[in-house]
Structures are given as structure tokens and as C-alpha cells.
């Protein structure tokens, strides 16, 4: 069974919990942008000018190659989605409330450490209403759900 999907979400939005369970609890193929940069940069991040204008093109346009893969993402640019879409990918957004961004955000800085990234939530947000107005994204998926809940919703899209 061939599946190719993008799941678009967020700084705090889910991602890295879905990946956990899907890699867990099935055997779907699962990418995830920064894993992928890291491996084209030799496990080394990037500053942002190469990660943006070189490493993220070049492994999207990998990852899009793909017969079957989810591949996860706070940001693709258009025209890769685009491409992606004219390749059988489906565009899934997975939907979270800027409150609940925002308790995520507190919660991981004092448990886990992690550094601020509200300052980016209105932007993403933004820019995800943007893909769906445009029609490159039509596919969503409410991420203020129980993992097990959006796993499920998520492996419709495979059918």
C-alpha cells in the first residue's frame, strides 16, 4: 500500500508526539524535517540560511520522491507543496488552538528546558489559513485530540 501525506503542524503542535506513536505502534514510514536536514548536514544544524535555502528544498524534494512516507513539518515552502500535491501527496494540517500552543510552549520550557517559540505561533498559524485558502492544504485534522484519536483520523488518509 503506497501512502504519501504531509502532516503540516505548529512549533508545539503535536508532531513530535504523533511521530513517537506512529513509529511505536505501527510500520509507516515516517520522516520528519529536521531529522532530515540533520542527516544532510552530516548531523550538524545548520544556521538558518543553509538550512532554509539549500537543505530544506533538497530533502523535501527527496522526501517527495518517496512511494510511501508521512513527513512532518512546521514549514514547507508553496511550491514544494504544490509539487508535492501534483505527486499524489495529500496535505493534512493538524489543527491546534493558539491557547493550547501556548500551554504546550509554557509546559515544554519548564519541564523540558526547550527554548520560546511563540514568537512564531501567529505566523504558522497564518501561513497554514493561507494553504488552505489557496487549496494547497484540504486536509485537517483536529491536533487538540488524544494521540491515539489523531493517529487514527490521520491513517484515513492512507485509505
Known sequence: MNYRIIVLAPSCGGKSSLMRYLREHTDLHIAETDE????????????????NKVLVPQTTNEIISRESVIYFAS?????LLIKAKQKGFKIVILEVPLNILSERNEKRMADEKYDDVSPWFNGQLDNFKELKSKGIANYSINGNQGIEKVADDLRDYIK
Open 36 to 51: 532530515e536536514v540533520m542527516k544532510a548536514n552530516n548531523n550538524v544544524w545548520p544556521n538558518n540560511d543553509l538550512k
Open 75 to 79: 514549514y514547507i515552502p508553496d511550491d
